[in-house]
């Protein structure tokens, strides 16, 4: 018995099985009754081409194909596909005759082949001459084509066999695994197929005519496997949290962070296994004279099948490869600072929960309201001429509505009810005054943090102590392009300062952070993912600003309409689905500064006068009643007089 199993992939040809590590099986036995056909039926054999063929058409419809390729050899199967076509005509069929076709011709054809549905070709092989020539060059597709293919596991094939195999596959690697051989052997119909390296003999048929009682997954049971195991090659970089490597103690290169977190993921998801690249000029990707450098080139050249970084997903990117969406990050372009505010003193949080106007309006509101008491609170003219307005009186009643503006029982009590009425709507004043006094002082007294520089892009292109740059030329050329007028400004400051200070454009992320650190000087680093550098670092460096300069997505990258684009979209929408994306980046985003950095106060807005404009009106509304009142009772009280008069008289 002959053995020829040189990889540990298990491949056919024609209706040859074999399996790695043990025998295989052996050709002289697994022969074809040979037949003469007659358009109908095999004569001198209890096999007949048309239960092959019969069966043949209904493989197809129980695994829906929909589109069918037959590959033919007019000298041989012209016959064949003529009956297959009669029994099967509700199939839409393409022919490729490739009789006297070359290597190139055949490598062509097959790449048209896998280009006419975007869930992988399904091909019929018919017997003929070329049968093992075709077999040679589609094992060795996916490689030749650089990546752009994946007829090794996208692709179905099944081949028809009539006739005795006299040749050798000894010397052929192969590598396709979706494969179904179907023919009649030593006088019995049977089919072939490979399941883990192994060939199976198909026996899911209740009897050796009819495969109906067959399922799909019977016939090509590696296809539900993914890639089968298939190496992938990925793009990456090194960058701080997204992709690390170091040497451990046994001179292994152990890998760490988001990117191989994610590839992980995807790879038990997909099944293949992965190695990272990493580019040679290690850069991300700009088109510079006509031709992608970094991690882009290594996609536009075809050298990487998948790229996974912090890439950002830019319309310029996307005319050359096809990015993965839902994305895996949001990226937010931001400042880091250091602040160089003092903070405020705790004398001043005293007075600062109130803007200075509001106490000039309680100030206001004292004295005319304490005018108004001390001009009319009093019960006749006999008591006013007994008891003319002094200055202790005066100081009385500006004492007492000082002690209501602070909530203080001072038994102070107004005699007419005009009085009364307006006292208790200043009351009121006095109340919601007091709580908003109260609730702001809180708030500030319990603010750690000291002021900040600057709180918007508009405030700090307007500070002239201050300079800002940038080390990555995708945020310059995003922030060259912004057309808003602050992010123009922002950009024509770096232009500005590099006339001086050229380092403010250097491509060196460390001297950005460096300076941050260690120079005394007023300035901001303009980057992506500033919340990142943010969050981890030992001390309360940093200040940060992540808004305004806009947000790019952070996505995995293929060559254009790449094999393994449909299954990563299908994957990255399951893991966005499940939650674990959201949870790669809440352990991205994990911030480890201490704890007196992460107790973050949002500063309290000062209480404004148009914040007060309920309060004023309610006071207003209570001055009018007052008021309204105020002339009833002198009403009344003339009226009183008058007729007091009449009887004296």
């Not at 108004?372 to 002094?390: C, K, Q, T």
Request: glycine share 4%; aromatic share 12%.
């Amino acid at each position: 018995m002959a053995s020829f199993c040189p990889r540990s992939y298990l491949v056919f040809g024609m209706f040859c099985f074999w399996m790695n590590t043990i025998s295989c099986i052996d050709l002289s036995f697994m022969t074809f009754e040979p037949c003469e056909f007659d358009g109908t039926r095999a004569n001198n054999s209890s096999c007949c081409m048309e239960s092959v063929l019969r069966n043949l058409c209904l493989v197809q419809r129980l695994d829906n194909w929909d589109n069918v390729a037959i590959l033919y050899d007019t000298s041989n199967s012209q016959k064949m596909v003529n009956t297959f076509l009669s029994h099967c005509a509700d199939v839409k069929t393409t022919l490729f005759d490739v009789t006297d076709m070359t290597s190139i011709l055949i490598r062509s054809m097959l790449l048209t082949l896998y280009g006419m549905k975007s869930d992988g070709a399904r091909i019929i092989l018919m017997p003929g001459t070329q049968t093992l020539q075709i077999l040679k060059i589609v094992n060795d597709l996916d490689i030749n084509s650089n990546r752009t293919t994946n007829y090794r596991t996208n692709s179905k094939w099944i081949i028809l066999c009539h006739e005795k195999v006299k040749t050798s596959f000894a010397k052929l690697t192969f590598n396709l695994v979706n494969v179904l051989i179907m023919g009649c052997f030593n006088g019995k119909f049977e089919i072939y197929t490979i399941l883990q390296n192994a060939a199976f003999k198909l026996t899911c048929w209740e009897n050796e005519i009819d495969v109906t009682s067959c399922k799909t997954d019977h016939f090509f049971p590696s296809f539900r496997y993914r890639l089968n195991g298939r190496h992938i090659l990925i793009g990456t970089i090194e960058s701080t949290s997204y992709f690390d490597l170091e040497v451990n103690d046994h001179n292994k290169t152990v890998y760490s962070g988001m990117v191989v977190q994610l590839a992980e993921m995807i790879a038990q998801t997909l099944n293949f296994t992965f190695s990272f690249v990493q580019p040679h000029d290690c850069k991300w990707g700009l088109e510079v004279n006509g031709v992608w450098e970094g991690m882009i080139g290594q996609l536009v050249r075809q050298e990487v099948d998948l790229v996974i970084a912090d890439l950002a997903a830019t319309s310029d990117r996307m005319e050359v490869v096809d990015f993965i969406f839902p994305a895996y990050l949001i990226q937010n372009i931001g400042l880091l600072y250091q602040n160089w505010e003092q903070p405020e003193s705790n004398w001043s949080k005293v007075f600062s929960p109130l803007h200075a106007y509001v106490y000039y309006c309680v100030l206001g509101a004292i004295i005319a309201v304490g005018i108004i008491i001390v001009l009319f609170d009093r019960r006749s003219s006999n008591e006013a001429s007994i008891n003319p307005i002094s200055p202790s009186y005066v100081v009385y009643i500006i004492f007492s509505l000082v002690g209501l503006v602070l909530l203080r029982d001072n038994k102070f009590w107004p005699k007419k009810e005009s009085v009364r009425i307006l006292v208790a709507f200043f009351w009121i004043f006095c109340v919601v005054l007091s709580a908003a006094y109260v609730g702001n002082l809180t708030a500030k007294l319990a603010e750690t943090k000291e002021n900040k520089a600057f709180n918007s892009l508009g405030e700090l292109v307007k500070l002239e102590d201050w300079k800002w740059g940038s080390s990555d030329e995708l945020t310059q050329e995003i922030i060259r392009k912004d057309t808003s007028p602050v992010v123009q400004e922002l950009w024509e400051g770096m232009v500005r300062f590099n006339q001086s200070d050229p380092s403010v454009l250097l491509l060196d992320p460390s001297y950005h952070l460096d300076r941050l650190i260690l120079k005394n000087d007023k300035y901001a680093y303009i980057v992506f993912d500033a919340k990142y550098f943010a969050y981890n670092q030992k001390e309360c460096l940093f200040e940060l600003f992540n808004d305004g300069l806009g947000s790019l997505n952070v996505a995995m990258a293929v060559t254009k309409d790449s094999y393994l684009k449909s299954d990563l979209e299908r994957v990255m929408l399951e893991l966005s689905k499940t939650g674990l994306l959201e949870k790669l980046e809440e352990d991205h985003y994990t911030d480890n500064r201490p704890l007196s950095c992460q107790t973050t106060v949002k500063s309290k807005r000062i209480v404004r006068m148009s914040d007060m404009t309920g309060t004023v009106l309610v006071s207003a509304i209570g001055l009018g009643v007052a008021l309204v009142v105020l002339v009833l009772e002198m009403i009344i009280k003339y009226v009183v007089k008058g007729n007091n008069i009449i009887k004296i008289l």
